[in-house]
């Protein structure tokens, strides 16, 4: 009898193929599973390229983008709800300076990961754009070993393999290119096998419609592009919104913090005046006038408790903001406030037409809407494209190797190739012609939004100037009102004392006094608040300046700066009433 060793061919060479193809997959296996970092950095390493190359050309500078967070180098399944529960019950005590704040901000806010996620997300689908114009690469192979267990028959090994390339032309055409090989063997002892491998190249390249810029994928690329620009000025814009956001929940919670300090003093006040009543009831006060200094010491008291209470209230908003858990005890650096108080009003000395003109031209939300207007005009031209005769440009050639084992060896003269055009003529473009008048509604709807945004530009500049003015005035006002408060307080208290005046004359003044002390501070930080909005407005603001909410954003703006004085010493006439409503 034959040992059936002999009709599995030699066992020690198939048996080290086998162990070869086992450990070569193995290793592929492992290869596979042990690069998601290595692909992952890749990517990034792209998409911040694209992110600073469009950062350099559109704002002429660039700054170190990335979306890590402390959870980024940990495995997603390791974070488990536990842990972020324990991780926001985390007690820690903070000061905070005003830069402090916005570094913070900037490091743990949620609001800002999801902004430079966004513009990741944006530069990613300009990568995905451009691969497609990268000569893409496609690799497949199969193997195949078959026997019979009786021996009876012979055994066989096939196996294919094949390899194409894709390249997108910048013309609007796809060049494509494959090579493939097929292998068939009785590995029983019979010499018999053969053996093919082919080239084939084809080319498709459109003529009429869809050619150059006006192809689909073509520009696909081009919005991708133009998206990046936009999301790179939209996060720009963020920035300055975002830190100015934060300042001014910051100035909020200092002038509450203020607030709570006036109350608290006009509230021991009002009790040591109810103090002095009650001693002197006995023969100078009137029971009347002691009930009404109490009645004055609850109130006070009562608006003290409702101060500290929207204090605490502000502060946790604010700690949602910085990221920060809620347990954390947050306390602000008031030297802020008295730093904006000794500057005082910076002046802003603008006329409106200039900075609305300056405004088209800095404001990155009005260059993002100038640019969508520009491609709501292309997609009018890419529909109309559509309505033409579609011409198609197809090549193609492959050639075999030579028959029956030698499969290496090419034969040019037994090439096949060809070429030819395809006509597709516009005998039914009813749905290009619908979609046509459609991108012209959408053009005319868009020229439509283009001078809604100007109006609005121009609103706001005309609404910031007026609202600084307002400011400025009621800054004055409350200024005077405080000190003609204080002296009518000292009066009053004197005149009391004399017997010359009732106790509600003494409870009025002080009334006058603790509203206007919280009434100056608040107009203080609402004019800063509204000077800087205005500059964020017209495009003028750079958070990126130390200190940069007592710095002058219009030095270096504007092509000069006419000279004012200061703001505070200025004082305009009240105007009547028909000087506004008549032309």
Same mark, same amino acid.
């Given at each position: 009898?034959? !040992?059936?060793? $002999?009709?599995?061919?030699?066992?020690?060479?198939?048996?080290?193929?086998?162990?070869?193809?086992?450990?070569?997959?193995?290793?592929?296996?492992?290869?596979?599973?042990?690069?998601?970092?290595?692909?992952?950095?890749?990517?990034? +390493?792209?998409?911040?390229?694209?992110?600073? @190359?469009?950062?350099?050309?559109?704002?002429?500078?660039?700054?170190?983008?990335?979306?890590?967070?402390?959870?980024?180098? %940990?495995?997603?399944?390791?974070? @488990?709800?536990?842990?972020?529960?324990?991780?926001?019950?985390?007690?820690?005590?903070?000061?905070?300076?005003?830069q402090e704040a916005l570094d913070?901000?900037?490091?743990?806010?949620?609001?800002?990961?999801?902004?430079?996620?966004?513009?990741?997300?944006?530069?990613?689908?300009?990568?995905?754009?451009?691969?497609?114009?990268?000569?893409?690469?496609?690799?497949?192979?199969?193997?195949?070993?078959? %026997?019979?267990?009786?021996? #009876?028959?012979?055994?066989?090994?096939?196996?294919?393999?094949?390899?194409?390339?894709?390249?997108?032309?910048?013309?609007?055409?796809?060049?494509?290119?494959?090579?493939?090989?097929?292998?068939?063997? &009785?590995?029983?002892?019979?010499? %018999?096998?053969?053996?093919?491998?082919?080239?084939?190249?084809?080319?498709?390249?459109?003529?009429?419609?869809?050619?150059?810029?006006?192809?689909?994928?073509?520009?696909?690329?081009?919005?991708?592009?133009?998206?990046?620009?936009?999301?790179?000025?939209? /996060?720009?814009?963020?920035?300055?919104q975002f830190a100015l956001n934060?300042?001014?929940?910051?100035?909020?919670?200092?002038?509450?913090?203020?607030?709570?300090?006036?109350?608290?003093?006009?509230?021991?006040?009002?009790?040591?005046?109810?103090?002095?009543?009650?001693?002197?009831? $006995?023969?100078?006060? #009137?029971?009347?006038?002691?009930?009404?200094?109490?009645?004055?010491?609850?109130?006070?008291?009562?608006? &003290?408790?409702?101060?500290?209470?929207? &204090?605490?209230?502000? *502060?946790?908003?604010?700690?949602?903001?910085?990221?920060?858990?809620?347990? #954390?005890?947050?306390?602000?650096?008031?030297?802020?406030?008295?730093?904006?108080? @000794?500057?005082?009003?910076?002046?802003?000395?603008?006329?409106?037409?200039?900075?609305?003109?300056?405004?088209?031209?800095?404001?990155?939300?009005?260059?993002?809407?100038?640019?969508?207007? @520009?491609?709501?005009?292309?997609?009018?031209?890419?529909? %109309?494209?559509?309505?033409?005769?579609?011409?198609?440009?197809?090549?193609?050639?492959?050639?075999?190797?030579?028959?029956?084992?030698?499969?290496?060896?090419?034969?040019?003269? =037994?090439?096949?190739?060809?070429?030819?055009?395809?006509l597709d003529l516009p005998l039914?473009?009813?749905?290009?012609?619908?979609?046509?008048?459609?991108?012209?509604?959408?053009?005319?709807?868009?020229?439509?939004?283009?001078?809604?945004?100007?109006?609005?530009?121009?609103?706001?500049?005309?609404?910031?100037?007026? #609202?600084?003015?307002?400011?400025?005035?009621?800054?004055?006002?409350?200024?005077?009102?405080?000190?003609?408060?204080?002296?009518?307080?000292?009066?009053?208290?004197?005149?009391?004392?004399?017997?010359?005046?009732?106790?509600?004359?003494? *409870?009025?003044?002080?009334?006058?006094?603790?509203?206007?002390?919280?009434?100056?501070?608040?107009?203080?930080?609402?004019?800063?608040?509204?000077?800087?909005?205005?500059?964020?407005?017209?495009?003028?603001?750079?958070?990126?300046?130390? +200190? /940069?909410?007592? =710095?002058?954003?219009?030095?270096?703006?504007?092509?000069?700066?006419?000279?004012?004085?200061?703001?505070?010493?200025?004082?305009?006439?009240?105007?009547?009433? !028909?000087?506004? /409503?008549?032309?």
């Amino acid at each position: 009898m034959q !040992d059936s060793r $002999v009709h599995n061919g030699n066992p020690a060479r198939k048996g080290a193929g086998m162990r070869l193809g086992f450990f070569a997959l193995a290793a592929l296996l492992f290869w596979g599973g042990c690069t998601a970092k290595y692909h992952r950095q890749a990517a990034d +390493k792209e998409v911040y390229r694209y992110i600073h @190359q469009t950062q350099q050309r559109v704002l002429k500078k660039t700054n170190d983008f990335n979306i890590n967070t402390p959870w980024s180098s %940990r495995k997603p399944e390791s974070v @488990q709800p536990p842990e972020l529960i324990d991780s926001r019950l985390e007690t820690n005590r903070l000061t905070l300076s005003v830069q402090e704040a916005l570094d913070l901000a900037v490091k743990n806010s949620r609001e800002y990961q999801d902004q430079k996620e966004s513009l990741y997300s944006s530069a990613l689908a300009l990568a995905r754009e451009r691969y497609k114009y990268q000569p893409r690469l496609f690799a497949s192979g199969e193997w195949a070993l078959r %026997r019979r267990s009786d021996g #009876t028959k012979d055994g066989t090994l096939s196996a294919s393999s094949g390899m194409n390339m894709s390249q997108l032309l910048a013309s609007g055409g796809r060049l494509g290119l494959t090579l493939a090989n097929d292998l068939f063997r &009785y590995y029983t002892g019979d010499p %018999r096998k053969s053996a093919v491998s082919s080239v084939s190249v084809n080319l498709v390249q459109p003529l009429f419609q869809a050619f150059g810029n006006n192809n689909d994928a073509i520009e696909s690329l081009t919005q991708a592009e133009r998206n990046l620009v936009y999301a790179v000025r939209n /996060f720009s814009q963020f920035q300055e919104q975002f830190a100015l956001n934060i300042l001014n929940d910051y100035f909020n919670i200092l002038a509450q913090k203020d607030a709570v300090r006036n109350n608290y003093a006009n509230y021991l006040s009002r009790v040591a005046q109810t103090q002095r009543l009650e001693a002197r009831a $006995v023969d100078r006060q #009137t029971r009347t006038e002691v009930d009404q200094a109490k009645q004055a010491e609850l109130s006070a008291k009562n608006s &003290y408790i409702n101060a500290v209470a929207r &204090y605490q209230t502000l *502060l946790d908003s604010f700690k949602i903001r910085l990221g920060l858990p809620l347990s #954390t005890k947050l306390y602000l650096d008031d030297k802020a406030l008295e730093e904006i108080a @000794q500057v005082g009003l910076i002046p802003v000395t603008l006329d409106p037409e200039e900075a609305y003109r300056l405004a088209t031209q800095r404001h990155l939300p009005t260059l993002n809407a100038i640019d969508r207007f @520009q491609d709501v005009q292309r997609r009018v031209r890419l529909a %109309r494209d559509k309505l033409k005769p579609n011409l198609t440009f197809i090549a193609d050639a492959s050639l075999e190797s030579e028959r029956p084992t030698d499969w290496t060896r090419f034969d040019a003269r =037994q090439a096949s190739a060809g070429v030819g055009l395809e006509l597709d003529l516009p005998l039914d473009r009813k749905n290009q012609r619908f979609a046509y008048r459609e991108a012209l509604i959408a053009f005319e709807a868009q020229i439509r939004s283009l001078t809604l945004t100007f109006d609005n530009l121009r609103n706001n500049i005309e609404n910031g100037l007026r #609202t600084i003015e307002q400011q400025r005035q009621t800054y004055l006002i409350q200024k005077k009102a405080v000190e003609l408060a204080k002296v009518r307080v000292e009066s009053t208290t004197m005149n009391l004392q004399a017997g010359n005046v009732a106790v509600r004359d003494v *409870l009025e003044a002080q009334d006058a006094l603790i509203a206007a002390q919280n009434q100056l501070t608040l107009a203080l930080v609402s004019y800063q608040q509204a000077r800087l909005r205005l500059m964020l407005d017209i495009g003028a603001l750079d958070t990126s300046r130390e +200190k /940069f909410w007592i =710095q002058d954003h219009l030095v270096g703006f504007l092509p000069k700066v006419p000279e004012a004085g200061p703001a505070e010493t200025e004082d305009k006439p009240v105007l009547p009433p !028909d000087d506004y /409503f008549n032309q």
